[in-house]
């Protein structure tokens, strides 16, 4: 009688050659953004975006080791936006102010320019009319 175990006549017949075939489509396990994210956080905190984009990072993460790949591609994507959301605010907002600005000073000293020379005006005719 033979004992030794596993018996090879009930082991599974596994195939060592890689299956070629078009349906079988290998994906690559997705991004978490998790440096994005902690690099938004810190630097760029715009609303805190960042904020939330480091917990769908986290949470990314966390699913991708788990093993639930579908769950992890949701909250990869969900951190890609809000990484993408606080980036675009944090590098436009300043941008924006900063035109604004500008802007700003430009026509306060186009006006400040007109008033000067209003008033010179208005108080150099007044004196050849008392004289």
């Known amino acids: 009688m033979d004992t030794?175990?596993?018996?090879?006549?009930?082991?599974?017949?596994t195939s060592h050659k890689r299956d070629s075939s078009p349906t079988t489509v290998t994906s690559a396990p997705p991004r978490d953004h998790l440096i994005w994210s902690i690099f938004n956080t810190i630097y760029m905190n715009f609303c805190c975006l960042g904020?939330?984009?480091?917990?769908?990072?986290?949470?990314?993460?966390?699913?991708?080791?788990?093993?639930?790949?579908?769950?992890a591609r949701r909250f990869s994507y969900k951190a890609r936006c809000y990484n993408a959301l606080a980036t675009a605010g944090s590098v436009l907002l300043p941008i924006l102010l900063t035109a604004l600005v500008v802007t700003g000073v430009l026509h306060l000293s186009k006006l400040a320019q007109d008033s000067v020379g209003f008033f010179s005006n208005q108080f150099s005719t007044s004196d050849d009319e008392d004289k």
Do not use: H, I, Q
């Open 4 to 13: 030794s175990y596993p018996r090879e006549d009930y082991l599974p017949m």
């Open 51 to 71: 904020f939330v984009a480091l917990a769908f990072s986290v949470k990314a993460r966390d699913r991708k080791v788990a093993g639930d790949v579908e769950a």
